[in-house]
């Protein structure tokens, strides 16, 4: 059973930082993408960023310069490190991974995380 945990949401104050962590555990063969999503209220889950399994990473224009996203392959770990915080960066932040998986017969799917919330405010 493949699961993706996040961590490291919380409170924090405008320009402030925080960093994000998606662990994936069971069993799994290969990670291929992986992303940050987020939903605010009232509106749609939009990507915010996004890395290969080669380390290629592409960001929404709204977060460029102040986002930074990593995984660490040997750990099937990947990072969100979040500088300059704005009031609209507050959301649900959702990771998600392409990986391949399975015990007996490989899978290969999407997974998500249950989400860790983000609140920017002073």
């Known amino acids: 059973q493949v699961q993706l945990v996040e961590s490291g949401g919380g409170l924090v104050q405008p320009g402030g930082s925080l960093r994000l962590s998606c662990a994936a555990s069971?069993?799994?063969?290969?990670?291929?993408?992986m992303g940050w999503y987020r939903q605010a209220p009232g509106k749609q889950r939009e990507l915010v960023a996004s890395?290969?399994?080669?380390?290629?990473?592409d960001y929404v224009d709204s977060v460029k310069g102040r986002f930074t996203i990593s995984r660490d392959n040997a750990e099937n770990t990947m990072y969100l490190q979040m500088n300059s915080l704005k009031h609209e960066d507050t959301a649900v932040y959702y990771c998600?991974?392409?990986?391949?998986?399975?015990?007996?017969?490989?899978?290969?799917?999407?997974?998500w995380g249950q989400g860790t919330q983000v609140t920017v405010s002073s």
């Open positions: 998600n991974a392409d990986l391949l998986s399975g015990s007996v017969v490989p899978y290969r799917g999407a997974y």
């Open positions: 890395i290969t399994s080669a380390g290629t990473t």
């Open positions: 069971g069993t799994i063969f290969k990670i291929y993408a």
